[in-house]
């Protein structure tokens, strides 16, 4: 009788065994345990489009190919129009815009996901020569319309106002125009499709002007102008008190493949948020009390 006990507590011991040891196999060919680690990230991103917006995505495409070394992301300018026009043709993985995609007519919008990864607040930038610091919106207009050839004519030097814009496909240009000019149309004067290349020619040309993202002040070359007595900061922006800012979009035409929604939920992940957005001079969305449509109109969160 004790036999036949050991004998079935025996079989019992080595069917549970057995059944253990399938357990911690895997089901089926292909499939791995949920200890092992993830199949790693790999792949080439280009991104191209808004200059406003290129410094940030640099940024964290750096802090990105760092911790997915199999990752390769190439970021490229252009303007906000070759962001939408490139990335809705399909040679760009992520078009950057400084505006809706909705308020180009050539863009098919339905085609595009968006995502509002920072935003950028923006105001004149003025060679130091031209003694200005503050303009009211009305004389700052009348010096882009051509109206003002002169900086003593609103109380700076005896310097002649040299304009320095973007062109028409430039998101920079099309905020700075509706929100700083009231949508009035600027007169004729250098034209550059680079951020960078504005700064330098402000800062070379004695009396110019010109318009730059906040996130290009980062030295004293050129004067970050203030507009009706309120400072181009960022806590004024968030507030909605300075008007000149758009959002910075990351377009995909439809659903991103799984390496560029890796990147845009890493965009969007707090660590970026947090830490990358605010040091490269932008705020955070989560920042912002107020907030816009496509239509222009600001309403509060």
Same mark, same amino acid.
């Given at each position: 009788?004790?036999?036949?006990?050991?004998?079935?507590?025996?079989?019992?011991?080595?069917?549970?065994?057995?059944?253990?040891?399938?357990?911690?196999?895997?089901?089926?060919?292909?499939?791995?345990?949920?200890?092992?680690?993830?199949?790693?990230?790999?792949?080439?991103?280009?991104?191209?489009?808004?200059?406003?917006?290129?410094?940030?995505?640099?940024?964290?495409?750096?802090?990105?190919?760092?911790?997915?070394?199999?990752?390769?992301?190439?970021?490229?300018?252009?303007?906000?129009?070759?962001?939408?026009?490139?990335?809705?043709?399909? #040679?760009?993985?992520? =078009?950057?815009?400084?505006?809706? %995609?909705? @308020?180009?007519? +050539?863009? &098919?919008?339905?085609?595009?996901?968006?995502?509002?990864?920072?935003?950028?607040?923006?105001?004149?930038?003025?060679?130091?020569?031209?003694?200005?610091?503050?303009?009211?919106?009305?004389?700052?207009?009348?010096?882009?319309?051509?109206?003002?050839?002169?900086?003593?004519?609103?109380?700076?030097?005896?310097?002649?106002?040299?304009?320095?814009?973007?062109?028409?496909?430039?998101?920079?240009?099309?905020?700075?125009?509706?929100?700083?000019?009231?949508?009035?149309?600027?007169?004729?004067?250098?034209?550059?499709?680079?951020?960078?290349?504005?700064?330098?020619?402000? #800062?070379?040309?004695? =009396?110019?002007?010109?318009?730059? %993202?906040? @996130?290009?002040? +980062?030295? &004293?070359?050129?004067?970050?102008?203030?507009?009706?007595?309120?400072?181009?900061?960022?806590?004024?922006?968030?507030?909605?008190?300075?008007?000149?800012?758009?959002?910075?979009?990351?377009?995909?035409?439809?659903?991103?493949?799984?390496?560029?929604?890796?990147?845009?939920?890493?965009?969007?992940?707090?660590?970026?948020?947090?830490?990358?957005?605010?040091?490269?001079?932008?705020?955070?969305?989560?920042?912002?009390?107020?907030?816009?449509?496509?239509?222009?109109?600001?309403?509060?969160?």
């Amino acid at each position: 009788m004790k036999q036949k006990k050991w004998i079935a507590l025996t079989a019992i011991l080595v069917l549970s065994l057995i059944l253990t040891a399938c357990g911690s196999k895997d089901t089926s060919p292909g499939q791995t345990n949920t200890d092992t680690k993830k199949e790693e990230l790999s792949g080439k991103i280009v991104i191209g489009g808004s200059t406003a917006l290129q410094p940030l995505a640099a940024a964290a495409a750096a802090e990105f190919m760092k911790e997915h070394p199999q990752v390769q992301i190439e970021v490229q300018g252009g303007g906000s129009g070759a962001g939408l026009s490139e990335v809705s043709n399909g #040679n760009f993985d992520i =078009g950057m815009s400084d505006v809706f %995609a909705e @308020s180009k007519s +050539n863009i &098919d919008a339905s085609q595009l996901k968006d995502y509002k990864v920072a935003v950028v607040g923006m105001t004149a930038a003025v060679n130091k020569d031209a003694g200005i610091k503050k303009l009211s919106k009305e004389d700052l207009i009348k010096v882009f319309t051509g109206k003002v050839k002169n900086w003593s004519e609103v109380g700076g030097k005896d310097v002649k106002i040299t304009l320095v814009n973007r062109p028409d496909g430039s998101g920079t240009r099309a905020t700075f125009d509706e929100f700083a000019l009231d949508k009035q149309t600027p007169a004729e004067g250098i034209t550059q499709d680079s951020s960078n290349t504005v700064k330098k020619i402000v #800062n070379e040309t004695p =009396g110019a002007i010109g318009y730059l %993202a906040l @996130s290009y002040f +980062n030295d &004293d070359s050129v004067v970050k102008l203030a507009i009706d007595g309120t400072d181009a900061t960022e806590d004024n922006v968030a507030s909605g008190k300075f008007p000149v800012w758009a959002y910075e979009h990351m377009y995909t035409k439809g659903d991103p493949k799984p390496v560029v929604k890796a990147f845009i939920d890493y965009m969007m992940a707090d660590p970026v948020q947090s830490n990358i957005v605010p040091a490269q001079g932008y705020l955070s969305v989560t920042k912002m009390q107020v907030e816009r449509d496509a239509e222009g109109k600001l309403t509060n969160k």
